[in-house]
DNA sequence: TGTCACCCCGCAGTTACCTCA
DNA sequence: ATTGAGGTAACTGCGGGGTGA
């Protein structure tokens, strides 16, 4: 299998909602989808005789690969899956969607993808992370697997990948949770402090400094006085880059000494 | 033009199987 | 040999978009 450290989950605290999965569009990398099949093509439908395990077929399966009529049709995708899923239609669809266990000879299958397989996989989903039918039959011949497979390493995938941002957003969050915790503090600590000075030298508002120009950190709603890094601290995922964040004069700071 | 049935697809949630410590 | 945890292939059900009647 492929390590996590190769599965290419290069996440970043991009902020484009476009990359939110920092994601390639289809379109955007058409032209190198052909460098996906740079491998010969024989090389993966013999992986699985080179490697002794063919991920279509338990050992039963083998065994009964000789009176096994189906395999040869799978290219099309649909004719040894045949879709049993009733969805809200309420006919069967006609796609490769779902195997029942019942026409499946009543196992479910689990089958292991070689490291060839996977990392080829990985690299197509690199460039496109959805598939368009014809794309998914093509990789599904090349990898020697079904078109149904193929779809359904892709959903996996992509859910990895999700869960895998969602990880870093939390972590995101919670340091910025932590830097407001911490300024909040800091805050605190100087309020109390500027009321014992004004009990104590209630002139000292006096002698103000000029209005201080603070930043609205649009991620976390919070204003600062540095306008290179938002209010909580972290380098903002959504709006690093161009901080078109209105500044907002406040009160004067008292001027110390 | 609006509506309906149908098909296809992606996603979230779940299950089942496999591997490994 | 057993077992529990983690990873992941595969399944299920739902909602949305596209299309033709």
Same mark, same amino acid.
């Given at each position: 299998?492929?390590?996590?450290?190769?599965?290419?989950?290069?996440?970043?605290?991009?902020?484009?909602?476009?990359?939110?999965?920092?994601?390639?569009?289809?379109?955007?990398?058409?032209?190198?989808?052909?460098?996906?099949?740079?491998?010969?093509?024989?090389?993966?439908?013999?992986?699985?005789?080179?490697?002794?395990?063919?991920?279509?077929?338990?050992?039963?399966?083998?065994?009964?690969?000789? +009176? %096994?009529?189906?395999? *040869? =049709? &799978? !290219?099309? /995708?649909? #004719?040894?899956?045949?879709?049993?899923?009733?969805?809200?239609?309420?006919?069967?669809?006609? +796609? %490769?969607?779902?195997? *029942? =266990? &019942? !026409?499946? /000879?009543? #196992?479910?299958?689990?089958?292991?993808?070689?490291?060839?397989?996977?990392?080829?996989?990985?690299?197509?989903?690199?460039?496109?992370?959805?598939?368009?039918?014809?794309?998914?039959?093509?990789?599904?011949?090349?990898?020697?697997?079904?078109?149904?497979?193929?779809?359904?390493?892709?959903?996996?995938?992509?859910?990895?990948?999700?869960?895998?941002?969602?990880?870093?957003?939390?972590?995101?969050?919670?340091?910025?949770?932590?830097?407001?915790?911490?300024?909040?503090?800091?805050?605190?600590?100087?309020?109390?402090?500027?009321?014992?000075?004004?009990?104590?030298?209630?002139?000292?508002?006096?002698?103000?400094?000029?209005?201080?120009?603070?930043?609205?950190?649009?991620?976390?709603?919070?204003?600062?006085?540095?306008?290179?890094?938002?209010?909580?601290?972290?380098?903002?995922?959504?709006?690093?880059?161009?901080?078109?964040?209105?500044?907002?004069?406040?009160?004067?700071?008292?001027?110390?000494?």
């Amino acid at each position: 299998m492929v390590e996590k450290e190769d599965l290419g989950l290069s996440l970043s605290l991009s902020s484009s909602a476009n990359n939110w999965l920092n994601l390639t569009s289809p379109a955007q990398s058409q032209p190198q989808w052909n460098a996906l099949f740079s491998v010969p093509e024989n090389k993966f439908q013999e992986l699985p005789k080179l490697r002794g395990i063919d991920v279509n077929r338990t050992p039963m399966a083998t065994a009964l690969a000789a +009176t %096994e009529s189906c395999e *040869s =049709d &799978e !290219e099309a /995708g649909a #004719s040894c899956s045949p879709n049993s899923t009733l969805s809200k239609d309420g006919g069967s669809r006609k +796609t %490769e969607r779902g195997i *029942s =266990d &019942e !026409e499946d /000879g009543g #196992s479910r299958k689990k089958l292991r993808l070689s490291k060839d397989q996977a990392a080829v996989l990985e690299e197509s989903f690199k460039e496109h992370s959805t598939l368009n039918p014809k794309q998914k039959a093509a990789l599904a011949k090349k990898l020697n697997l079904k078109p149904r497979q193929v779809e359904v390493w892709f959903q996996n995938r992509r859910a990895r990948t999700k869960l895998k941002q969602t990880e870093v957003d939390c972590e995101f969050l919670k340091r910025c949770c932590e830097n407001l915790t911490e300024e909040n503090r800091r805050l605190q600590k100087e309020v109390q402090e500027l009321r014992a000075l004004k009990l104590l030298s209630p002139q000292v508002y006096m002698h103000m400094a000029p209005p201080t120009t603070l930043i609205l950190c649009p991620s976390c709603e919070r204003v600062s006085n540095n306008s290179t890094t938002s209010a909580c601290g972290v380098a903002s995922p959504s709006s690093a880059p161009n901080m078109p964040w209105a500044p907002i004069p406040i009160r004067p700071a008292i001027q110390r000494s």
